[in-house]
């Protein structure tokens, strides 16, 4: 396969001509930018689980519990958009399931017109996708989309079958799954030759840690624009999980700034390493994450400038897959108002830190439960 480094700035699903173009400098998913400008914490992107439907059972999945067969009506559109319309800040919006295609239903009455209403604010938009569907859902997609993103954990079909439907609770056949597997990478493939951006995600977990080298080749083979890089925290449905060490992680992360392709932009983010360690070799390495071309470390979105929607119940909640429970509905109530009684909330304020030097506002809490309990981030400051 031929690798295609950059988006191509023409071909059908390019985004327009004039936006800002998505790049290590400009990342408007990264909470730190609203921070920088307004000086808090503010809601500037939204994120809406569009469906509980999918055709993959992944052993990681963050949302695995919530995966269903049948689905409910979706709350009324209408609502969805006066609320987003009143976002003061709004920059980007995120869908995310299950997978967002399943349904063609849910292609054509929800994300189309969410695209759309987006494109027309000038919104950027990510799609959380395994396009493991077939082709023609997604170039109905493309046009109005800034970032397809896709998870991509595997370096042959078997890998795909055995995370993918280990858990699916009926006999896939590995005949099924790998021509799974080839149409996910040639959608993969066409949808950036197109001229979209696609983001290819990996975790570190006991599957990937020790040949995250060849993921990376493949995704840069694949054309992406970006490989997404963060460890795997076991929780909800992913619980039971091997967990893999924090040298793991640390090694892994090491390997890929050795061995990575430097024409693709490398993201991390949910690392458990920060400027304030007191470990010398952690800072070092956040150090070299900071300075290397083509590489940033995005802190988390979730809690910090996102919430997260359930377009069945309405329900917000701070990420997809949080085991706190909803702090709010829309159906009641403003999203910048559920968003600013999360802000107080102390489970965030017990990592509401900020180091501008190290363009770094803390660990998300998956982080801060696993590595740091009964650390106070808030009495912190990156060593320089
Ligand atoms: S912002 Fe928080 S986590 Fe980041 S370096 Fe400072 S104190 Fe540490």
């Given at each position: 396969?031929?690798?295609?480094?950059?988006?191509?700035a023409?071909?059908?699903?390019?985004?327009?001509?004039?936006w800002?173009?998505?790049?290590?400098?400009?990342?408007?998913?990264?909470?730190?930018?609203?921070?920088?400008?307004?000086?808090?914490?503010?809601?500037?992107s939204?994120?809406?689980?569009?469906?509980?439907?999918?055709?993959?059972?992944?052993?990681?999945?963050?949302v695995?519990d919530?995966?269903?067969?049948?689905?409910?009506?979706?709350?009324p559109?209408?609502?969805?958009?006066?609320?987003?319309?009143?976002?003061?800040?709004?920059?980007?919006i995120?869908m995310?399931?299950?997978?967002p295609?399943?349904?063609m239903?849910?292609?054509?009455?929800?994300?189309?017109p969410?695209?759309?209403?987006?494109?027309a604010?000038g919104?950027?938009?990510?799609?959380?996708?395994?396009?493991?569907?077939d082709?023609?859902?997604?170039?109905?997609?493309?046009?109005?989309?800034?970032?397809?993103?896709?998870?991509?954990?595997?370096?042959e079909?078997?890998?795909?079958?055995?995370?993918?439907?280990?858990?699916?609770?009926?006999?896939?056949?590995?005949?099924?799954?790998?021509?799974?597997?080839?149409?996910?990478?040639?959608?993969?493939?066409?949808?950036?030759?197109?001229?979209?951006?696609?983001?290819?995600e990996?975790?570190?977990?006991?599957?990937t840690?020790?040949?995250?080298?060849?993921?990376?080749?493949?995704?840069?083979?694949?054309?992406?624009?970006?490989?997404?890089?963060?460890?795997m925290?076991?929780?909800?449905?992913?619980?039971?999980?091997?967990?893999?060490?924090?040298?793991?992680?640390?090694?892994?992360?090491?390997?890929?700034?050795?061995?990575?392709?430097?024409?693709?932009?490398?993201?991390?983010?949910?690392?458990?390493?920060?400027?304030?360690s007191?470990?010398?070799?952690?800072?070092r390495?956040?150090?070299?994450?900071?300075?290397?071309?083509?590489?940033?470390v995005?802190?988390?979105?979730?809690?910090?400038?996102?919430?997260?929607?359930?377009?069945?119940?309405?329900?917000?909640?701070?990420?997809?897959?949080?085991?706190?429970?909803?702090?709010?509905?829309?159906?009641?109530?403003?999203?910048d108002?559920?968003?600013?009684?999360?802000?107080n909330?102390?489970?965030?304020?017990?990592?509401?830190?900020?180091?501008?030097?190290?363009?770094?506002?803390?660990?998300?809490?998956?982080?801060?439960?696993?590595?740091?309990?009964?650390?106070d981030?808030?009495?912190?400051?990156?060593?320089?």
């Amino acid at each position: 396969m031929q690798a295609i480094s950059q988006q191509a700035a023409a071909g059908p699903f390019a985004p327009p001509s004039g936006w800002k173009v998505l790049n290590p400098s400009y990342d408007p998913w990264d909470p730190i930018r609203s921070l920088q400008q307004f000086g808090q914490h503010e809601l500037t992107s939204v994120e809406l689980t569009v469906t509980h439907l999918c055709n993959m059972r992944c052993e990681h999945c963050a949302v695995g519990d919530s995966l269903t067969m049948k689905e409910a009506p979706h709350i009324p559109m209408d609502l969805i958009f006066r609320r987003l319309d009143e976002v003061e800040h709004l920059e980007t919006i995120s869908m995310t399931g299950g997978e967002p295609t399943f349904s063609m239903e849910t292609v054509n009455n929800i994300l189309i017109p969410l695209l759309k209403y987006a494109r027309a604010r000038g919104i950027r938009t990510q799609l959380n996708s395994n396009v493991t569907m077939d082709y023609e859902r997604y170039e109905l997609i493309a046009p109005f989309l800034d970032v397809m993103h896709i998870s991509f954990n595997y370096t042959e079909a078997q890998d795909f079958h055995q995370v993918g439907f280990a858990r699916s609770g009926r006999n896939v056949g590995i005949n099924t799954t790998s021509r799974m597997y080839e149409r996910m990478i040639n959608n993969a493939l066409k949808l950036s030759q197109g001229g979209l951006f696609v983001s290819a995600e990996s975790m570190i977990n006991y599957r990937t840690y020790n040949k995250i080298t060849d993921i990376h080749r493949l995704i840069v083979e694949m054309g992406c624009q970006r490989h997404e890089v963060h460890p795997m925290y076991p929780s909800s449905f992913a619980a039971g999980l091997p967990a893999v060490t924090r040298d793991q992680m640390f090694e892994t992360v090491e390997t890929l700034l050795d061995n990575r392709n430097e024409h693709i932009w490398m993201l991390f983010g949910t690392l458990p390493f920060f400027s304030c360690s007191d470990n010398e070799k952690e800072r070092r390495l956040v150090r070299r994450l900071r300075e290397e071309t083509n590489v940033t470390v995005r802190n988390d979105p979730d809690g910090r400038n996102r919430i997260n929607v359930n377009m069945f119940s309405g329900d917000v909640y701070v990420t997809d897959f949080a085991s706190v429970p909803p702090f709010g509905n829309i159906k009641d109530d403003k999203l910048d108002h559920i968003f600013d009684k999360w802000r107080n909330h102390p489970m965030q304020q017990a990592v509401n830190c900020h180091c501008p030097a190290a363009s770094c506002c803390g660990p998300n809490l998956l982080v801060s439960d696993m590595f740091y309990r009964g650390t106070d981030f808030t009495s912190r400051r990156a060593i320089l």
